[in-house]
């Protein structure tokens, strides 16, 4: 009852926009899930990520809303006894577009360690790890060797695997804004993907 009062706290922080008591809410929930002995049901738990996601992207934190996506992606491919083919391409599409737009990691991470020396930063970095249940922090890197491994990027339409090519494959800067722009185009007109 506790984790179900926790989860309405959720629901209506979300319907109105007090995104720091729904991120109490999130905090409060992953902790009594650890502390439970069972886990949730799968339709809680997809609930769950599918709102954690959501308050990773008005954080600004793209990395791990791709990583909340991914997971709710990985739950519902599994869970699912009768998924359609098109509802996996769908999804796997919004974790690949997800994914690719995370930020690259700076190109000077020498100078970044001199910037922030803190500890409390890695910590935050750990304490959102925790609330995907995830043993170590993600990285775009990790997330993208996951998205392969687990076929997400075969189960995408033809565009958005041409797309993952040009950024992540193919090294073609000098034309890269001309090849991508059909690609670019395609998602525009898809917004159900977005």
């Given amino acids: 009852m506790n984790l179900e009062t926790r989860l309405e706290q959720l629901n209506y922080a979300i319907k109105m926009e007090l995104w720091q008591e729904a991120y109490k809410a999130i905090e409060d929930i992953s902790d009594l899930m650890n502390k439970s002995k069972k886990m949730p049901k799968p339709h809680v738990m997809a609930s769950y990520y599918q709102k954690l996601s959501l308050v990773f992207w008005k954080a600004g934190n793209m990395l791990f809303h791709a990583a909340a996506l991914f997971k709710l992606f990985q739950l519902l491919r599994d869970q699912k006894k009768n998924i359609t083919a098109e509802e996996v391409g769908k999804r796997a599409s919004i974790v690949l577009i997800a994914t690719l737009a995370i930020p690259l990691p700076s190109a000077h991470p020498e100078f970044d360690r001199f910037i922030e020396t803190e500890k409390s930063a890695m910590e935050k970095i750990e304490k959102l790890a925790t609330l995907l249940s995830l043993p170590k922090p993600p990285t775009r890197v990790s ?10 990027v075969s189960a995408v339409p033809q565009e958005l695997q041409c797309l993952y090519k040009l950024m992540e494959v193919e090294f073609d800067p000098l034309n890269l804004c001309t090849r991508m722009q059909g690609n670019i185009e395609w998602i525009q007109e898809h917004p159900e993907l977005g």
Avoid at 143 to 152: E, H, K, Y
Wanted: hydrophobic share 60%.
């Fill in 143 to 152: 997330l993208i060797r996951d998205l392969i491994r687990f076929n997400v």
